[in-house]
């Protein structure tokens, strides 16, 4: 089945889709880096979206979930810089005003269009600077723009973030194209991670729902590093039926097909977020085996990923399994110290909750690479979870020290 | 009430006890510093105590743990350098090595010895280096060794820390010693708080422990920055009577002052243990008001006090209170965004969930200091909690990025 998929670098928008960047001066005025886009379908659409689940949801998550529950999404406008969150009624209305303005140059109603907004949080949105800015974006639309616009929405992120996937249903081919920006909840300074995703999949909307939720339980929700989403945190696919295939409903295999690329390109995605973490010089695979529960694999999947102390020791590239035991220890899930292993690469570092004799400097060599896996064998069950974290840096904390009052000037 | 109380420095022990410390090299082969104690009740006595919650038990927590439930603990015995946790078999043998060799020397039956190890978990404890000096220990005690009892129960602490009461029942005064070691989980690389409490009241057990447990609440378990507890935490209280009060039972007045000198001494031993966290330079007080339920108010201090971004911004004195925010929507409590007031030492930063227009540098003043106070109103309710947090700096990380690998030479 694998090899019916082709990845790709999602560096081109599929059939039917433009986007648009322009530098507005949200992010830094005066700057010449584009920090507002536009993504389009020229056709109509089914879409599927998924939300932060934090109880203080940024006024754009607010205003793009209600245009989500009454119409397919057709077009996303980002900007970067500001996060729009803990901004009020004002900030309700300048997402509206970001919507309303998108949707009259590209001839949409209000609800068509998806509003996202990624940066410091509580300060008001510089709506004036955004808002003249339209109509030249719905101009520059073009087939080529979807690099562009990936680059609009970074905001601490180094690396603009891409990824694809082609695969045919039936003699027609489909592309799936993502964008991502942030790092999760390893960055939530900038409070957002955003997800664009674009197919010209002809997709039914609950295939397309299922498969969505599906895709960001196994990737966006296994990098949640403070064990929950931000405040702006938005993921929005949109299926505008371009490649002509046949439709793809639940249950059928072109519906596999869908749900393995989609996966795929999710977990590449959030891989790729982790590894870009502030300052981070790690990827860490946990991966929970034996679990008596689902829920307990994820609670010792989560308690490890999070804890700051076993994440320095990875930043020294320590073996150290007796923070890792500490952790598993806290996590509130059902263990027996005496049954658990636990291996770095492959390799037993602790052996029925004991140390074992292989060398210390084996160890360090696993984990001493840009990636590795951490296997926590708790010998109860058959439950298992996989989750991704990073390393916790001098550099994190020196790069996050200061932002409220440096950008604040009042 | 409050003016029936002397506090103290508890630099001496109560009437009746004795203590004593010696270098025994478990910590730092060739080290003359004091790394094992003992502490002993000259007179009968009754006791309480609390362990950790966390399912990964040290040894010498699952040892002591069941010699207080059968009898009183006349005697503690406590090492540093190593935690005995994660030893299996042979660290269960060590540690009730340790207490029956006290136990000899000392003319006690093994139960009525507490034994309790902090340092580095998963190594073998070095049991014979310790039990060569145990009959030198017991020799060497003497009212005046409590702070040199103190001492050797140090770890990664930069400070000897010790807090006392003072006040009388009836016309007979009452003494409280109370000596602490570590950061609790702000430093659980070491793994362990230890606190180990003496007073001459004559008081009965089960009025004994419920003002442990109460003492503990709202001391201990409010700096648990991890939101549990490590491997080894233990806090130990004997009372032997030697003051010759009327006994304190619960629901009187004396037990009333008991409970209050109790809880001031934990909360100071507490706050000083946040204050002298690894590399930490502030001690932040979290104030949560008008939640809808204890629950609730807990959920949001702990969510708040244990965010990595919330303690970089405490670092850099930057009245972040959007990351606050971002901490609150995730905590998993009943809230409304718009009607969350946040202050800092008094200063209102955000009102109704809006900025506030108090300027960024009056703000930058308010948690500048080595000490403030994070309040958050929810406006929901009368329910309240209040947790203690320091910040999170670059010295933390470089602190802690290795430890294992550096100790273990294998």
Same sequence: chains 1, 2.
Avoid at 141 to 156: C, D, Y
Wanted: charged residues 20%; contains cysteine.
């Amino acid at each position: 089945m694998t090899a019916k998929i082709k990845y790709t670098k999602g560096t081109t928008a599929p059939t039917g889709f433009l986007a648009s960047a322009v530098a507005s001066g949200v992010k830094t005025p005066g700057s010449d880096r584009p920090d507002l886009c536009l993504i389009y379908s020229k056709l109509p659409t089914v879409s599927a979206a998924a939300f932060t689940a934090s109880k203080v949801k940024a006024a754009p998550v607010r205003v793009t979930a209600t245009h989500a529950k009454s119409t397919a999404t057709r077009a996303i406008i980002a900007n970067s810089g500001n996060a729009n969150a803990c901004t009020g009624v004002r900030g309700l209305e300048d997402a509206k005003r970001m919507a309303t303005e998108a949707a009259t140059a590209l001839g949409l109603k209000q609800r068509e269009v998806a509003v996202c907004s990624t940066g410091i949080i509580g300060v008001p949105l510089p709506i004036e600077r955004i808002t003249p800015e339209i109509p030249a974006l719905a101009k520059k639309l073009k087939e080529r723009g979807w690099t562009q616009a990936a680059e609009a929405i970074m905001t601490s992120d180094t690396v603009r973030k891409t990824a694809g996937a082609k695969f045919f249903v039936g003699k027609k081919e489909i592309t799936i194209s993502a964008m991502v920006k942030g790092s999760g909840m390893i960055n939530p300074n900038m409070a957002t991670m955003l997800c664009f995703i674009a197919t010209d999949a002809n997709i039914d909307k609950a295939t397309l729902q299922a498969a969505t939720s599906a895709a960001v339980e196994q990737s966006f929700n296994r990098i949640s590093v403070d064990g929950d989403m931000s405040t702006n945190d938005t993921v929005i696919v949109m299926a505008n039926g371009a490649a002509g295939n046949r439709t793809i409903t639940n249950g059928g295999s072109s519906s596999r097909l869908f749900r393995q690329a989609l996966n795929a390109v999710t977990l590449k995605l959030a891989k790729d977020m982790v590894r870009d973490g502030e300052k981070a010089t790690k990827l860490i695979e946990i991966q929970v085996k034996g679990a008596n529960s689902h829920a307990d694999a994820q609670k010792i999947a989560e308690a490890v990923s999070n804890s700051q102390l076993v994440k320095c020791s990875w930043n020294g590239s320590d073996p150290n399994w007796g923070r890792v035991m500490h952790a598993i220890g806290y996590a509130g899930a059902k263990i027996r110290e005496e049954l658990i292993d636990i291996y770095f690469n492959g390799l037993i570092a602790t052996k029925s909750g004991l140390a074992t004799d292989t060398p210390i400097d084996q160890l360090k060599k696993a984990v001493s690479g840009p990636e590795f896996t951490l296997c926590i064998d708790l010998h109860l069950g058959d439950a298992d979870y996989t989750a991704y974290t990073s390393d916790l840096s001098e550099g994190y904390v020196a790069y996050n020290r200061l932002e409220y009052a440096v950008k604040t000037r009042r």
